[in-house]
């Protein structure tokens, strides 16, 4: 079964609100990595956290790592439209392939 | 610089035709992956490989093949295609010790 979740699988948000999406993993990560896809384009790497308990923030973007290296999430601040895509965590769990969520689908309101 | 080139990008088999898609990374990297996204099911590994002449199984990898002749080339075969089979291919690559991995554009396979 899948081992790395995300929640929501859709989140609609009102342009300029905030909301956080969230990634669990049923195994202990050593690192964990953000994508984003574009409506009908290609995943594109975002940031990886490596640390427990790191915080990196990209504009608007906070990702964090949780404390057991086991969960992870997205917080985006004043939603815009550019911001609307998928958004995959993916965590290396055996070896050197990612293991991706089923990602959150994010749908702005303007 | 292209990175990641995948062709075709769309395509339209019969239910039991093979055919092949193209990887192709101009970034030198060692790893290469083959996904497959489905709706609702995130991204599926197929298979993958860790550098030339060496390729591994994935999380889905029945009904697929792989070569990797050339470092920079990752070849993903469907021998008697299904309708299962349906679906949006990424190939994606990674250097040794790199972080994220570098997407192709995708290739959406119909199969009927």
């Known amino acids: 079964g899948q081992q790395v979740m995300q929640i929501p699988q859709y989140q609609h948000v009102q342009e300029g609100e905030d909301f956080t999406t969230y990634c669990n993993s049923s195994t202990t990560l050593s690192n964990i990595q953000w994508y984003k896809q574009r409506p009908g384009g290609h995943p594109v790497f975002l940031i990886q956290?490596?640390?427990?308990?790191e915080v990196k923030k990209q504009k608007r973007l906070t990702f964090q790592f949780g404390e057991a290296k086991k969960n992870s999430s997205l917080h985006i601040t004043a939603t815009q439209t550019t911001d609307v895509g998928t958004y995959f965590c993916a965590g290396f769990i055996a070896g050197n392939k990612l293991t991706f969520g089923g990602g959150t689908r994010v749908l702005v309101k303007p | 610089n292209a990175g990641v080139t995948q062709t075709p990008k769309f395509r339209v088999l019969k239910t039991g035709q093979s055919m092949t898609l193209l990887c192709a990374q101009d970034m030198n990297h060692e790893y290469m992956y083959w996904y497959r996204q489905d709706p609702g099911m995130g991204l599926r590994l197929i298979h993958y490989?860790?550098?030339?002449?060496?390729?591994a199984k994935g999380e889905v990898p029945d009904g697929y093949n792989v070569s990797r002749l050339k470092k920079q080339n990752f070849l993903l075969g469907l021998e008697s295609a299904a309708p299962s089979q349906t679906s949006v291919y990424f190939c994606a690559s990674r250097r040794q010790g790199g972080y994220g991995y570098t997407f192709g554009s995708g290739t959406r396979l119909t199969v009927v």
């Open positions: 956290l490596v640390k427990s308990g």
């Open positions: 490989s860790v550098g030339e002449g060496t390729t």
